[in-house]
């Protein structure tokens, strides 16, 4: 089966795009409106960038009726946006916050999570989140859709404030993930959580380990 999305009938029921690229680690973003409004929605385009300094990116359809998203409109007017971990535990919370509800709404108490105040970002985090990231807010890239809905903005943030809850690090030092056990979007309304990890070190030169990749300060 292939076929050209720019111009053929998708040939299956439902299409295969989204269901593709997985998992997706969910952007499950907070920002406060200008009007001191908090507003917390999920994303699935979201992603690290790069480490030097920490540098992420989401990415926001606009609405069908060409309006967009208070989430970017958030970050750019007040410079800020915060990611918070999403988990299988908080699951539908974050559902609940993927509801379209107007911009006069506080989407914590709607998704029935509790707000905690950041250090730097002047918007709230989601206590129950085991982590966050402070994203300061660095530019928005829009992208013409074929449709009011398919125009998307890409934004782009540097991490200047990292938050993780002691009791999800372990011994040695790293996130217990299997315990957490983090949200990732499949495509259609399906969903998974990450319950096990394995481990695969890169050769580098004469056998040894390529070293760097480990995250190690």
């Known amino acids: ?17 989204k269901s593709c ?16 409004v908090p507003n917390l929605a999920p994303y699935s385009q979201w992603q690290n ?3 030097d300094p920490p540098m992420v990116m989401f990415a926001a359809n606009q609405y069908s009726s060409g309006k967009r998203k208070h989430t970017v409109i958030n970050a ?8 918070n971990m999403a988990t299988y535990e908080l699951r539908e919370a974050v559902n ?23 250090v730097d970002a002047p918007g709230p985090r989601v206590t129950e989140s085991p982590a ?21 903005d890409v934004v782009y943030g540097e991490v200047v404030r990292i938050h993780v809850k002691d009791e999800v690090i372990t011994p040695e030092g790293k996130l217990d993930i299997p315990s957490i056990r983090p949200l990732a979007r499949l495509g259609y309304y399906d969903y998974t959580s990450v319950t096990e990890t394995f481990e695969m070190k890169i050769p580098g030169p004469n056998g040894m380990t390529n070293v760097g990749l480990e995250g190690k300060q």
Do not use: N
């Not at 750019?76 to 990611?83: A, L, M, N």
């Open 21 to 36: 690229t997985v998992p997706r680690p969910i952007g499950w973003l907070s920002t406060i409106s200008r009007d001191g």
């Open 49 to 51: 960038l790069t480490f």
């Open 96 to 118: 609940l916050s993927a509801m379209e509800v107007a911009a006069d709404v506080d989407e914590f108490v709607h998704a029935g999570v509790t707000a905690t105040s950041c």
């Open 132 to 152: 966050q990231f402070e994203c300061k807010y660095l530019s928005t890239h829009r992208l013409r859709g074929s449709s009011e809905h398919g125009w998307v």
């Open 1 to 17: 089966m292939q076929y050209d999305p720019r111009s053929d009938k998708c040939p299956l029921p439902y299409s295969p795009f």
């Open 76 to 83: 750019e007017e007040t410079g800020w946006f915060v990611w």
